[in-house]
Structure formats: structure tokens, C-alpha cells
């Protein structure tokens, strides 16, 4: 689920690529070795085929390589909303991190909202014995570029049908991101 904040977004923020720039989907070695989902490759792809299908394999090179020396650039963008994972990037950043899920749900909320994020928050007035009100609502930056927002965005649209119309909830518009874990199954 971190792809889209570690890889897809910082590639279209920073290196202007579009939805439709080709990466490779092919066994490699980018500091370790990941593999996909399914045990398989898919050789040349769009990234919006990459993002969608969840692909480790050329988000992970895309990552390590035309990304590569972004990546105070990454960290900084990420800590813009939300998400610290320390001083250093490193390959499996690509592909995971650790978050919490109301920082990642921050963080999504950024590509629907234009670009602009607010750090989640359940109490925006306090009101004292006194009657004085006193707001808490947190400020909302911009954190990216609203087109970095809309073209991922976009791609987001692209998972629930890729996945199925049984995820579909009629009347509503969906952006969603498949993820996985590594969990044995005693686990």
C-alpha cells in the first residue's frame, strides 16, 4: 500500500512521468530480490499497469534507479504527510514501511484532496468551563502538485475494476490500493 507514496507519486512529482511510462516487470536485483504476487513476470507495462496489478518487481527497480537520487527528496515528502520511516530510504522502501494505518489513510488523503494534506484528527473544538472556545483543527499544506494528486488518483481508480465488480459500490467513484503481508499461516 506504501507504493503509490514511495514510488508512483514521487516519480510523477519529481521525475514528471506520466501514468502511462513504461517500466519493466522482469526478475532483478535491486538490493535484494522481489518478487510478485503471483510467482511471475510481465515483462514491459505501463506504471498505471504496475500500480494496479501491485507489481514489486518494477516498482522496486523504478525505485532503486531513476528515483535514486530523490530520495532526501522522498523522505522529506513523506514526512510532509505524515509518514517518518527515518533518515534513510532503503530498496524495500518501495514496497513496505512502517506506518500505522491513520497515517497511511493521512497520507492517501492528500491524492483526493488535490494535493493538500490535513493530519488526522478526532477533536476540533474544546470549549472551556469558561465558555472560550479553542480550535484544534491542524492546518492543511499543500503537499505535492494538484496533477501529482490527480494522476494518481486516477490510477487508484483503475484497482477496484481490475479486481472485480464485487467490490463496486454503486453512485460512488473508488480509489483503492491492494496490499499484502507476509504472514505464514500460523501467523
Not at 500500500?1 to 511510462?21: F, M, N, Q, R, W
Not at 506504471?47 to 523522505?75: C, H, W
Amino acid at each position: 500500500t506504501i507504493k503509490p507514496l514511495t514510488v508512483y507519486g514521487p516519480a510523477i512529482e519529481y521525475l514528471d512521468y506520466s501514468t502511462y511510462h513504461q517500466v519493466y516487470d522482469v526478475a532483478s536485483e535491486v538490493g535484494y530480490s522481489p518478487g510478485n504476487y503471483d510467482g511471475r513476470h510481465k515483462g514491459q507495462m505501463s506504471m498505471r499497469e504496475a500500480l494496479v496489478d501491485s507489481r514489486n518487481t518494477p516498482t522496486a527497480k523504478l525505485f532503486t534507479g531513476d528515483l535514486d537520487s530523490y530520495q532526501p527528496q522522498i523522505l522529506e515528502w513523506l514526512k510532509s504527510m505524515g509518514i517518518n520511516l527515518g533518515d534513510n530510504l532503503v530498496p524495500a522502501n518501495s514496497i513496505s514501511g512502517g506506518f500505522t494505518p491513520v497515517q497511511l489513510t493521512g497520507a492517501y488523503a492528500a491524492f483526493a484532496n488535490n494535493g493538500n494534506y490535513t493530519e488526522p484528527y478526532l477533536v476540533n473544538t474544546v470549549v472551556t468551563q469558561n465558555g472560550e472556545e479553542i480550535d484544534l483543527t491542524p492546518e492543511t499544506k499543500q503537499v505535492m502538485k494538484d496533477s501529482t494528486a490527480y494522476m494518481v488518483n486516477d490510477m487508484l481508480k483503475d484497482v477496484v475494476p481490475y479486481y472485480g465488480r464485487s467490490l463496486n459500490i454503486p453512485g460512488y467513484v473508488h480509489a483503492a490500493k491492494t496490499g499484502t503481508s507476509n504472514y505464514t499461516a500460523d501467523e
